[in-house]
């Protein structure tokens, strides 16, 4: 018996699931903020220069209605904002945590047993002056 899905792909069940799994955590909502920066950048700074543009698009005070339409849908999902805070950012963290541990490396104490015995078992002793290459 084959099950609903079987006829797809392993990659595209892979990606639907990906995209599911962003959706619920409401990444959709950083993406279009980030789309709406990019196109605040590009036409503030053609009128007022880059360095007031990057004020203008990040101090809050000039929103575009993307910028509007991302707050409030970010509220009605409840996200606080795009930017990665609220519960939709804690969300995100949680499961970043889960999938990434970052675990430093175990000490390695550095021990040349090897070399000591290797050396105190030479056939001879080293030669008192060094050889001299011939001419």
């Not at 920066?37 to 700074?45: D, E, F, Q």
Request: hydrophobic share 40%.
């Amino acid at each position: 018996m084959h099950s609903p899905g079987s006829n797809l792909p392993a990659k595209v069940i892979r990606w639907i699931i990906l995209g599911v799994m962003c959706l619920s955590l409401g990444l959709q909502w950083g993406v279009i903020q980030g789309i709406a920066w990019t196109s605040m950048l590009v036409s503030y700074s053609k009128s007022d220069g880059i360095v007031l543009a990057v004020a203008k698009t990040f101090d809050g005070q000039h929103p575009c209605p993307l910028c509007e339409a991302v707050e409030e849908g970010g509220r009605k999902t409840g996200g606080k904002d795009a930017a990665g805070g609220g519960a939709s950012g804690r969300k995100f963290e949680a499961v970043v945590a889960g999938i990434i541990r970052l675990t430093p490396p175990a000490a390695r104490r550095m021990a040349y047993p090897d070399l000591i015995q290797k050396a105190s078992a030479r056939p001879r002793p080293p030669p008192e002056v060094p050889p001299r290459a011939r001419a």
